[in-house]
């Protein structure tokens, strides 16, 4: 008779806690999909019939086309921004041993401490005494601001497994600093990079309270949406704008983590003894 | 409660997935014994230790202390305590609360507490290190803090998993005297899992030697030593001469033997050991059996030194000789021996008890 | 020196003379990014709650008189209070309720532990907003939840007290900020070694004490860093409140903001940020402070 393995107390109960906990995690912003497709202007039960014209409506919305194409435009910035100065700060910190390594990431990890309000206002104070005014280059800065951090941990996270010696190497064969960069380093960091970019933009992209401060005129996805909240008939426009997103960016988030979680195993092969 | 039986196992085995990690296994061990497992890595004997501790439950089987059933009791109810392999100190503790902590587990009120806290650090030769933490402890440190924790429980089994293997081998040898000094004082009942032979050797009572999940023999060390029951034992402990010899007839107790490597010769009958006339046999001789010289004897056999290792203490020689490599090894007395060479031509021989005859495998 | 290591140019040989010096200049541009977007904002928001706002015009003489009126008047302190409440609520719920998860996942995986991590990250990366705007409809007057139950025939009329009030608040930022709180707690319980339990059992504890006196201690850095990570947030945050909060849930930064809108009284708001965020951290380290003493007498 198997009986189960000491140490196993409670699995039982947890694992019904941990599948109720994904479902509370899941199903409030599934509801979104859900409705989006209801045949009804009020976001309620019962479900009155299938349709698309929310879909429809959305798409033909050309305001939200300008958000969409600003809000493209200042995520692409702002990840490009990140993941370059953050793969340059990673491989300043992964050889290990900076003095002052962990003070830099902290200082760099702020922005996650400090309420968003502030971090909005502060960013309107500066742009205001600069003279640079509100505008989607002004968001992207202050994007530039909040991707960092994520950029750092994903980067660090890749290039902590690198070994030095395969760079050693190829300076041994012959190749300079750019090159062995390019041929070398490069390629196996390339998961990383591409896990951060699309992080990063995501991060851009969903942001709210920054470019609500500081886009103007020139508004982004998330400022679009907040405004239309306001007018009940467009609610379930609104939903689908946003099951749209929804599953947009959670394919990407699925891709990106991936990419990190794969990729060529960077540490030498360890033998196990046992 | 005959001393023999104090730790029973009965025919434990354990599946991990498709592997038998432990197949069938029975020993009997009895109290006071410093009994070791032996093996290589993979052999079974940490899944066979720990399913003694309680910290997986076997597939098959019983395991009983003092005749009582232990099999699946968690290791809180057993009166098993183990030291392991990582020592597993608590880093959040100091010394003197990791050495009391199951002492705090049992209810044991502060003073004697700290009563035999101080008694067990003088035990281990760590006294006034109460207040330091794992960090700042040595390899050797965490090694002994570990074995007072469990010792301090006064438990009826102290099970070790390989505890010297992280320390160098200066450090190694010392602790295993202390070791073993330890155990004859407190004579509580040790089980100690090594892959180190010489270690095993030195330690123990009685030794298992296990291969792939089985037990291949149960001996003190002068038995396991001089008389293994199989090629595989006997190689595994030891450098050990192996070669085929042809049974040609048996006399008193004897069996005479044929063999291209030694000649005819004569070796003592073994229990268990098929020597009809006729069977080709495995002859077993260790390399200090044998005497080298440079003078013909009689039923020395001649042979060719191939090679010469010095190794401080004793010399080891390869001896080609009737077609197959002998190891000999002979100690470093100064005298004829030194001025051997590559290439010398030596004669060969050994007293027929030091023949040591196996079933081919 | 004549003879160069193969293939270097000469810009690389200065950097490889001083590995800090190299180190730092990759550093440098986020540094420099930092002071810009950071120090100095942050700077200027002092500054301005040094300001007063006459009318249209800003008066820059040095004064206190801002925080005199952060701190003077009573309305602004219950505010502030009611922020903190529900911060810790929230925090709170939030942080024992991941617990177990990512008990689950670190303890109780053994194969597809990759696959839990990704599916309880990706609500991490979806968008807030759409987030809080889902409770919205949930809790709403003709919300999910109400004509469900009236469907299902539970109640007949429509409950009024889940939105636009502190619960609702709550309730929505719990789920929000859910995500924050799985990560940090999960990586602090995966590097415990499993051996430590071992040994805890083996020495006598059952399951019980066992995650009492081993599991909780070790935990104790990434439970106090979720905390902090939702906590501090928390008490600034805008869009919850506005978007469920109505009149009864409103929290700091609906009245920051205000002050950067229609009131256009930027000194005031910048006393409001500075003095809520040096508050806030004061709070946050007491309380770590204290979480870190009393675990540390656990035996």
């Not at chain 2, 505890?163 to 089980?191: C, N, S, Y």
């Not at chain 3, 889940?162 to 719990?174: E, H, I, K, Q, S």
């Not at chain 3, 909780?216 to 909060?245: K, R």
Request: glycine share 8%; with cysteine; hydrophobic share 50%.
């Amino acid at each position: 008779m198997k009986r189960a393995e000491p140490f196993d107390e409670g699995v039982r109960g947890l694992r019904v806690y941990a599948f109720l906990y994904l479902a509370f995690l899941y199903i409030p912003v599934l509801l979104l999909p859900l409705f989006s497709f209801n045949n009804s202007l009020f976001i309620a039960f019962p479900l009155t019939g299938f349709t698309t014209r929310w879909y429809a409506e959305m798409a033909a919305d050309s305001e939200m086309h300008a958000a969409l194409l600003n809000t493209l435009k200042v995520g692409t910035l702002a990840s490009l921004s990140s993941t370059i100065l953050g793969l340059l700060a990673a491989k300043a910190l992964a050889r290990g041993g900076l003095k002052g390594a962990s003070a830099f990431i902290g200082l760099t990890s702020l922005p996650l401490f400090i309420p968003e309000i502030v971090l909005g206002i502060s960013l309107l104070v500066l742009v205001t005494a600069m003279g640079i005014g509100l505008s989607l280059l002004s968001v992207a800065i202050g994007h530039l601001l909040v991707c960092l951090p994520f950029a750092i941990a994903v980067l660090l996270s890749r290039l902590e497994g690198f070994d030095a010696s395969l760079e050693e190497a190829s300076r041994d064969l012959g190749e300079n600093g750019w090159m062995t960069f390019w041929r070398v380093t490069f390629p196996l960091v390339l998961p990383g990079i591409v896990s951060s970019l699309l992080l990063t933009f995501i991060v851009s992209f969903d942001d709210f309270m920054i470019a609500f401060f500081l886009c103007g005129t020139d508004t982004t996805l998330p400022v679009y949406i907040f405004g239309e909240l306001r007018f009940p008939n467009k609610l379930p426009g609104v939903l689908a704008l946003g099951s749209t997103i929804l599953l947009v960016s959670g394919g990407l988030v699925f891709v990106a983590e991936w990419v990190r979680h794969a990729g060529v195993r960077l540490k030498p092969h360890r033998i196990i003894g046992r | 409660m005959s001393g023999e039986n104090f730790l029973s196992v009965q025919n434990v085995s354990k599946r991990f997935g498709t592997t038998l990690a432990v197949d069938r296994i029975s020993l009997q061990i009895g109290k006071g014994e410093f009994f070791s497992l032996l093996g290589p890595s993979g052999c079974g004997k940490t899944t066979l230790l720990r399913m003694i501790g309680g910290f997986s439950f076997p597939d098959e089987g019983s395991i009983a202390i003092e005749g009582a059933d232990v099999t699946w009791l968690p290791p809180n109810e057993r009166p098993t305590n183990m030291v392991f392999q990582s020592y597993a100190i608590f880093p959040h503790l100091n010394v003197h609360d990791n050495i009391g902590y199951g002492l705090r587990s049992e209810g044991v009120p502060q003073a004697e507490r700290d009563a035999r806290i101080k008694d067990v650090l003088r035990l281990i030769k760590l006294e006034g290190y109460g207040e330091r933490r794992a960090q700042e402890l040595s390899g050797g440190e965490r090694q002994r803090v570990a074995l007072a924790r469990a010792l301090i429980k006064r438990p009826k089994v102290l099970l070790l998993d390989e505890p010297l293997g992280a320390l160098d081998k200066r450090l190694r040898e010392a602790m295993q005297v202390e070791l073993r000094e330890l155990q004859r004082e407190l004579k509580i009942t040790f089980v100690f899992v090594t892959h180190d032979q010489e270690e095993a050797l030195f330690l123990s009572d009685r030794i298992a030697v296990m291969e792939k999940g089985r037990i291949l023999q149960i001996a003190d060390p002068k038995t396991l030593y001089e008389q293994p029951n199989s090629r595989k034992v006997a190689e595994f402990i030891g450098t050990m001469n192996v070669f085929e010899a042809r049974v040609t007839g048996i006399k008193a107790g004897n069996a005479r033997l044929a063999s291209p490597v030694l000649g005819e010769f004569t070796a003592p009958l073994r229990a268990g050991v098929n020597a009809a006339a006729g069977t080709t046999l495995l002859a077993a001789i260790r390399p200090e059996k044998f005497s080298l010289s440079r003078e013909m004897s009689p039923r020395a056999i001649k042979g060719r030194i191939a090679a010469i290792a010095y190794l401080g203490d004793r010399d080891q020689f390869r001896v080609m000789a009737g077609g197959s490599t002998l190891t000999v090894s002979a100690h470093n007395l100064g005298g004829a021996n030194s001025a051997l060479c590559v290439g010398d031509a030596v004669y060969l021989s050994c007293a027929p008890d030091a023949v040591v005859l196996l079933n081919q495998d | 020196m004549k003879t160069a290591v193969a293939g270097m140019t000469r810009l690389e040989r200065v950097f490889q003379r001083s590995e800090t010096g190299s180190a730092l200049a990759l550093l440098s541009p986020s540094l420099i990014v930092l002071v810009v977007t950071l120090a100095t904002p942050m700077a200027l928001l002092v500054l301005y709650s040094l300001w007063t706002q006459n009318g249209l015009s800003l008066d820059t003489h040095p004064t206190l008189a801002q925080y005199e009126v952060v701190f003077g008047r009573a309305g602004y302190l219950a505010l502030f209070v009611r922020s903190i409440a529900i911060s810790s609520l929230v925090t709170l719920v939030t942080v024992a309720l991941a617990y177990p998860m990512a008990y689950f996942v670190a303890f109780h995986v053994k194969r597809a532990k990759f696959v839990w991590l990704i599916l309880l990250n990706v609500p991490f990366w979806t968008s807030y907003l759409l987030r809080v705007f889902a409770w919205k409809v949930i809790l709403g007057f003709d919300g999910v939840i109400n004509s469900g139950l009236i469907k299902l025939g539970l109640i007949e009329k429509p409950l009024a007290f889940l939105l636009y009030n502190p619960t609702a608040v709550v309730v929505t930022l719990a789920h929000a900020y859910a995500a924050f709180a799985i990560l940090p707690i999960y990586v602090s319980l995966e590097k415990i070694d499993r051996s430590y339990l071992e040994a805890a059992a083996d020495l006598g504890d059952g399951p019980v004490r066992r995650f009492m006196r081993i599991t909780l201690p070790l935990s104790l850095p990434g439970i106090i860093g979720a905390a902090v990570l939702i906590f501090v947030p928390t008490t600034g945050d805008y869009v919850t409140p506005t978007l469920v909060g109505g009149s009864d849930g409103v929290m700091i930064a609906n009245l920051i903001q205000v002050q950067f809108g229609r009131v256009n009284n930027w000194p005031l708001g910048a006393a409001m940020s500075i003095a809520s965020m040096a508050a806030v951290g004061v709070l946050a380290a007491l309380v770590v402070q204290a979480a870190r003493a009393s675990v540390a007498r656990i035996r």
